[in-house]
């Protein structure tokens, strides 16, 4: 930290969702980090839920699992894959957890007979958690705040802003983001959208300072100038983020917005220089410009929407830019892949990856994906469920158990080759009760992975599974040629499998992808989208 004092930053939303917040407060962070200041973000999600744990990824996509162990949203995911620092419980806080916090004081007597209320009492935890992370040596704290302006959930996070605004106006920014159409019949862009959305937030006592304003096509001066006469903010305060061909383009574009020097101005803090945007820069050439191509197979059942694997897409892109090449990611349905169709929907790719997931549906489709990688040598890696499920189709094809399978999908299997863990059977609750966050590896020398790493024997990886391999039936995998080649050091639970005597064949019982970042691509989806371009 260089400033003497935490500098606080909030970002909202109006007219749509899907902006991408987000990634313009990872975007403004990476800026400020580039200039020297230390720099975290944190989302406020205005849902009832704890946390997104016990959510199905069709409703807000991936969770994303933090080193500490959060199950949080998946702009945590971003935060860290841009600015290359961990985040933690603290950076995610729902409207869930603030009320847990406020009830349970309630219980404890510590509000001495006073009626609690939205405000000030959910008010204060808010401005609480905001504030908690600023005492962690940030000089800024960006706080994203979740949902659209004008919904009725998002209220008290706003009259919270509101509050600290009034509390610590030096110290204080807000950004709001919203959306300019186009119409094409009228050939025009259309700012009515952002002038009521401003109103909306004036109505509830916060003026904007800074409009960022998304929009598919270059906006004209005159269409700033109105924005800004209209709600009150200076020209070179309304910022134009069209849209970009990939997401880590948007912090270089926010750059050339000058984004950051407009924020620096407002808190009178020092323009200091700008360093390592120029690695980032060839990195984005890297995605934009590729020499090679390589098409992947994601085999899962969510793959209707792909940010159900964000961070597996983006780790594959971050490999992607080191090898130099575009990564053709080919979404497979496990619910539609069988026996039958399954040459005809995998014969064009490289590399077959199968995600991680929870529950029975789809399972057969992903133990056929497995199959075929095993059987034609393609490159394959499976993640979580994926492992698992690689592990079931070796037990039913290779060793010869037909009816071998997890408990978790088939509790009386003859063969449970995949487990419950022994901490997880007396577990009667969903939320937060998962095998979670960072845990040791060792690995085996010389196998798939410990090369990956480059001869690393200790790392730590990220989980979220109640599975684990059966190590019962250890001594049969080693045998027929499926060995672990991870464990943990502590438990003896196995973290890595691998087929040796495959091109490369490894399942992995951790998230390598919530660890790969662009300037730190993960080692082993390097090692992966490596094979996958090998002749
Ligand atoms: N359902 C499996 C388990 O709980 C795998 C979880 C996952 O893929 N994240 O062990």
Known sequence: MILSETQFIIVTG???????????????????????????IQKLDPYINIDPGTLNPYEHGECYVTEDGAETDLDLGHYERFLDRYTSQANNVTTGRIYQSVIDKER???????????????????KRRIKLLGRQDYDFVITEIGGTIGDIESLPFIEAVRQLRW???????????????????????????TQNSVKKMLENGVQPDILVLRTERPL??????????????????VIEAQDAK??????????????????????????????????WNTKVEKILNPTNTTTIAIVGKYVELPDAYKSINEALIHAGAVHDAKIIIKYIHSER?????????????????????????GIEGKIEAVRYAREKNIPFFGVCLGMQVAVIEFARNVLDYH???????????????IDLMNEQKTVTTLGGTMRLGSYQCRLKKKSKACKAFNGEEIINERHRHRYE?????????????????????????VEIMEIPALKWFVGVQFHPEYKSTLMNPHPLFQAFVGATLEK
């Open 14 to 40: 109006g007219v749509t969702s899907s902006l991408g917040k987000g990634i313009i407060s990872a975007s403004l962070a990476k800026l400020l980090q580039s200039r020297g200041y230390s720099a975290t």
């Open 108 to 126: 404890k007597g510590d509000y001495l007979g006073k009626t609690v209320q939205i405000v000030p009492h959910i008010t204060d935890e808010i």
């Open 167 to 193: 509390e610590n106006e030096q110290r204080f920014v807000v950004i709001h983001l919203t959306f300019v159409p186009y119409l094409a019949a009228a050939k025009e862009h259309k700012t009515k959208p």
């Open 220 to 237: 004209s001066p005159e269409v700033k100038k109105k924005v800004a006469n209209f709600c009150n903010v200076k020209l070179e305060s």
């Open 246 to 279: 990939t997401i880590y383009q948007v912090p270089l574009l926010m750059y050339k917005e000058r984004l950051d020097e407009v924020v620096l101005q407002k808190l009178n803090l020092p323009l200091r220089d700008v360093k390592g945007l120029e690695e």
């Open 337 to 361: 892949l069988e026996k039958g169709n399954i040459e005809e929907m995998l014969d064009d790719v490289n590399g077959i990856l199968v995600a991680p997931g929870f529950g029975h549906r």
């Open 403 to 417: 009816d071998a399978h997890s408990t978790e999908m088939h509790p009386a299997t003859p063969y449970p080759v």
């Open 469 to 493: 391999f059966n190590n019962q039936y250890l001594e049969e995998f080693i045998t027929n040629g499926m060995i672990p080649t991870g464990h943990n050091p502590e438990s003896g639970l």
